[in-house]
DNA sequence: ATGTTTAATTAGCGCTCGATCAGAAATTGG
DNA sequence: CCAATTTCTGATCGAGCGCTAATTAAACAT
């Protein structure tokens, strides 16, 4: 029976007449310094895993790399060592701290920074790789992912928050601070664009080839729907008990 | 060593003095009507896969079932027709055509209708079970899970937006077909309130406690933002060229 | 050329997976 | 009470898994 071990990748034609090497180029070993092998590996990793999720097996890892199985082990004691590595190459990285100083640029109107601002944040993120990573990484349950979760709470949904306040002269979180359910509308915003890339590479179905429209037509509804909602909380906040009533029940 | 077979659920104490039965009734062999140990096997399973994924293994599915491994095997030929019979179990069932007779209930407002909707649609699908398998499901590009997400556009989207449409005196769909934009709004105001569940099951972050209220001030905010993009949209359709681009570009 | 270094392969171990099958034990019909 | 039926278990198979050890050979310095 055939050995245990991986494969080289694309199998050459068999080697034919006498004046050709001894070894045909398509299967003759190479050696590249260990931090090119190395990051060759992640990347195919990341594609790999992305694809079929992280009980794929280094066997077809190695196929598709052109290497063998027991290389990816002289690179990475461990499987999870690989996957680890995957995920710190996917989530870090791929933050731009300018995502931040855009948000709070009071020279554009509120409206342009989050067109601006989602249309740069899908740019970086939305691709097969990191949507996919990200939920495989949600479902097995590992930390990295309610950390980058708490960043996008901290860092945009409630800058988004107090840029939407100070634009219709509502107080700062300072003064009344940020309710549940006020956020909640950020995440709203952040979800209905969120899952246009969960349609797209977690359930494969077809989305529009315009995004950045639907995205600016998402804004756009935000920006008419959200503050009279938000004054609403505010106001519930300030009379709490027969207000809310009214507004959450029927 | 052990033998390789599954174990029986919880181990009773060893049976001890004379007077006891020969064979403790915690460690007694029970036979089944062949539906009833079906239909325990395929419970099991469902909340099994929801928690481990599909690659959960048969032994540790029997171990919690409290039988042996191979028992499984003579109730579905394979994993993968148990797997099968999983996706039925928790996509058909759970389906309630009321919900398209609400949508259209203009004895309603509109805002009263798809605050009901969700609230029914969300208590009904909303179970740590339902989300994860889908998405579960989604990522092994699982046939079922596009035909899903055709019923809610179809049976949902499309009813919302010309619920929405005639509420705003807007021409219906029949004159104006509905362009990807628009019906990308409704898919907008879904995913914001499915993303909770995917952040509450798949990323297992706390929510809030309130997920009514969330999903009443959701809907708001739609119908407040809603209304104005999809007159700009449709009165975009009737003349196409530099008004598109003013819209969606910059 | 020749020796040294080390990337890469070959071979295979121990274990776990889904699945099979003969036989044991619980229920049913007489 | 016994025989027939059918659920369920125990033992095990072959394939495939992560990972290791021994060996081969490419690249480089001399």
Redesign the interface.
């Known amino acids: 029976m055939a050995p245990d071990t991986g494969n080289r990748g694309v199998e050459g034609t068999e080697e034919g007449g006498a004046g050709s090497p001894r070894v045909p180029e398509s299967r003759r070993r190479k050696r590249l310094p260990r931090s090119e092998r190395e990051q060759m590996i992640v990347e195919e990793a990341i594609r790999f895993f992305a694809e079929v999720?992280f009980?794929g097996q280094t066997r077809e890892l190695a196929r598709r790399l052109g290497i063998t199985q027991p290389l990816i082990f002289r690179y990475f004691p461990t499987k999870e060592d690989l996957i680890e590595r995957v995920y710190q190459e996917v989530y870090l990285s791929r933050w731009n701290p300018w995502w931040e100083e855009l948000l709070e640029d009071r020279s554009l109107t509120l409206e342009e920074r989050l067109t601006d601002f989602y249309r740069a944040y899908t740019k970086a993120i939305f691709t097969y790789e990191w949507v996919?990573i990200f939920?495989?990484s949600?479902?097995k349950?590992v930390n990295i992912?309610?950390r980058y979760?708490?960043l996008i709470r901290d860092r945009v949904l409630k800058r988004i928050m107090r840029e939407l306040r100070a634009a219709n002269g509502l107080p700062e979180p300072e003064k009344v601070a940020f309710s549940?359910?006020e956020l909640?509308?950020a995440?709203?915003?952040?979800?209905?664009?969120?899952?246009?890339a969960?349609?797209k590479w977690?359930?494969?179905?077809a989305i529009?080839?315009?995004i950045?429209?639907?995205i600016?037509?998402?804004v756009?509804?935000?920006?008419?729907?959200?503050p009279?909602?938000v004054a609403?909380?505010i106001d519930e906040h300030r009379r709490p008990a027969s207000a809310a009533r009214k507004?959450?029940g029927?």
């Open positions: 999720g009980e996919r939920v495989y949600g479902l349950g992912n309610k979760l708490a549940e359910p909640e509308l995440w709203g915003l952040h979800g209905s664009i969120f899952y246009i969960i349609r977690i359930y494969e179905v529009p080839s315009d950045e429209g639907v600016a037509a998402e756009e509804s935000f920006m008419n729907g959200a009279k909602v609403r909380l507004a959450t029927r």
